[in-house]
């Protein structure tokens, strides 16, 4: 089952590289079949590589921080 406290951790661990070029990922919702939802903010909004940030870099290390997670979606709000 996800931990809420987890994620957070482990998208802390992502954060200074996302900031680092204006942007920054914010934990949207969570659910117990493995599903991450994800909103990017600021440069990360509008770049036109987040698909890359969001599959290379969050995806990548919150499955492997967290082996539950099965996807990480970016959703728009």
């Given at each position: 089952?996800?931990?809420?406290?987890?994620?957070?951790?482990?998208?802390?661990?992502?954060?200074?590289?996302?900031?680092?070029?204006?942007?920054?990922?914010?934990l949207v919702?969570?659910?117990?079949?493995?599903?991450?939802?994800?909103?990017?903010?600021?440069?990360?909004?509008?770049?036109?590589?987040?698909?890359?940030?969001?599959?290379?870099g969050i995806e990548r290390?919150?499955?492997?921080?967290?082996?539950?997670?099965?996807?990480?979606?970016?959703?728009?709000?």
């Open positions: 089952m996800l931990n809420k406290n987890k994620i957070l951790k482990s998208l802390k661990s992502i954060r200074p590289f996302l900031q680092a070029d204006g942007g920054d990922v914010e919702r969570f659910s117990d079949d493995g599903i991450v939802e994800v909103k990017l903010t600021g440069a990360c909004k509008e770049c036109p590589l987040s698909i890359m940030t969001l599959r290379a290390t919150l499955i492997n921080d967290i082996p539950e997670i099965k996807r990480i979606e970016a959703v728009a709000q």
